[in-house]
């Protein structure tokens, strides 16, 4: 579809084999030129612990039954907001769970897929809304998965079907990377980043051979970076890069034991280079925040999407976290757990707001930035 004309709305609809015609749908493209732009994030959609009301992790339990008939309130309340787009930063299902009986083969693992995507708010939202997925460790494998092991599902089977269900690629692509990159507006580019087909295995020790992204995708993502006139460069990661995170984790860039050494490395490469405006977007945390690296990168948790996702999260200092010593500032953690979601909003000034919401559309935290010159 390379004919496709920039900033412009396309509608269609689905035709079944039996000739049954779907209702109609539409997507807007992106316009490189625009002027403004909008979008929401969000991460660790946990059907199961919505389904059952039974929390992973303390959160709150509030999903009605009618809630569970039609689908995360998160959804409903993103539609009103009426996005350009949404970013779906990993961990969309999990094969995990319930912890008993994960999704190990083929048909389990699209059966998560398919319970997913089949509630009615999701279909109404994607009905009208184009979407970027990202994947990490649950809707890849299992828990803090890397690429090592013979355990089910195997690494090759989380690629391969992780490209299948969800229009990433064409149709049988099964080579080009999953990173890429997006200019959405005059001001604005995203970078995707893939976290968990390129990784060192997860207990290697951190130094500068352990990669989380792998050497291509570095290389990459710096050369990319550099050549980029955006005022700003927004990162989504589908986990942390600077946290804090728990000091018991060893799967992300934040943890000492796990990629450290790659972040900060990067974190200087940025520096040195004088590249501004980098600012990173991640899931995987179930606690939504703003925290700033000693750096100045500047990070932006979107939480769990539901509330009984949530969890409690950790501050800057607590001898419990990845920042013991209380480096990173942290100008927001949300006081209670809940779900939620993240809407990014590019003016025509150049000015960039960041709203955090809870899962039924409630303002939580706002942050309005202006780009350095």
Same mark, same amino acid.
């Not at 693992?109 to 649950?138: C, G, I, S, V």
């Not at 999260?313 to 209380?326: C, F, R, W």
């Given at each position: 579809m390379a004919d496709l004309q920039s900033g412009t709305r396309y509608f269609y609809r689905l035709v079944f084999e039996d000739g049954r015609k779907g209702s109609t749908r539409s997507f807007k493209t992106l316009d490189p030129e625009a002027k403004s732009v909008s979008f929401t994030i969000g991460s660790c959609m946990n059907y199961l612990a919505f389904t059952t009301g039974i929390s992973n992790g303390g959160g709150p339990v509030t999903a009605s039954e009618?809630?569970?008939? +039609?689908? /995360? @309130?998160?959804? %409903?309340?993103?539609?009103? !907001?009426? @996005? $350009?787009?949404?970013?779906?930063?990993? $961990?969309?299902? /999990? /094969? *995990?769970? #319930?912890?008993?009986?994960?999704?190990?083969? !083929? #048909?389990?693992?699209?059966?998560?897929?398919?319970?997913?995507?089949?509630? =009615?708010?999701?279909?109404?939202?994607? %009905?009208?809304? @184009?979407? /970027?997925? +990202?994947?990490? $460790?649950? $809707?890849f494998r299992f828990d803090d998965a890397d690429r090592s092991g013979d355990k089910l599902p195997l690494a090759s089977t989380g690629m391969s079907l992780f490209r299948e269900q969800m229009p990433i690629h064409p149709a049988g692509d099964q080579t080009t990377p999953n990173y890429r990159t997006h200019r959405i507006s005059k001001d604005v580019q995203l970078w995707f980043l893939e976290g968990r087909d390129h990784r060192s295995d997860n207990k290697s020790p951190d130094g500068p051979e352990k990669s989380l992204w792998g050497t291509e995708q570095r290389q990459w993502l710096e050369r990319t970076l550099a050549a980029s006139d955006a005022k700003w460069k927004i990162l989504i990661s589908p986990t942390p890069m600077v946290g804090p995170d728990r000091a018991s984790k060893s799967d992300n860039h934040t943890n000492p034991a796990g990629f450290r050494a790659e972040a900060d490395s990067f974190f200087e490469w940025l520096k040195k280079k004088d590249i501004k405006n980098v600012l990173i977007l991640c899931g995987d945390r179930h606690w939504q925040y703003h925290s700033i690296h000693p750096t100045g990168v500047e990070e932006f948790s979107v939480g769990a999407l539901n509330d009984e996702?949530?969890?409690?999260?950790?501050? #800057?200092?607590? =001898?419990? *976290?990845?920042? =013991?010593?209380?480096?990173i500032k942290q100008p927001f953690l949300y006081d209670e757990p809940s779900g939620g979601f993240v809407q990014v909003t590019a003016n025509p000034d150049s000015t960039l707001r960041i709203a955090f919401f809870n899962d039924t559309g409630r303002l939580v935290h706002l942050v309005d930035k202006q780009p350095y010159r």
């Open positions: 009618e809630d569970k008939q +039609l689908g /995360y @309130p998160a959804f %409903a309340a993103m539609q009103k !907001l009426k @996005p $350009d787009f949404f970013i779906g930063a990993g $961990d969309v299902v /999990y /094969y *995990s769970f #319930p912890l008993e009986a994960p999704a190990k083969t !083929l #048909p389990a693992m699209r059966k998560k897929w398919h319970e997913q995507f089949r509630f =009615p708010r999701m279909a109404e939202f994607f %009905a009208n809304t @184009p979407a /970027y997925w +990202l994947k990490d $460790d649950h $809707d996702n949530s969890i409690v999260g950790i501050k #800057p200092g607590d =001898p419990k *976290s990845t920042d =013991p010593e209380g480096e």
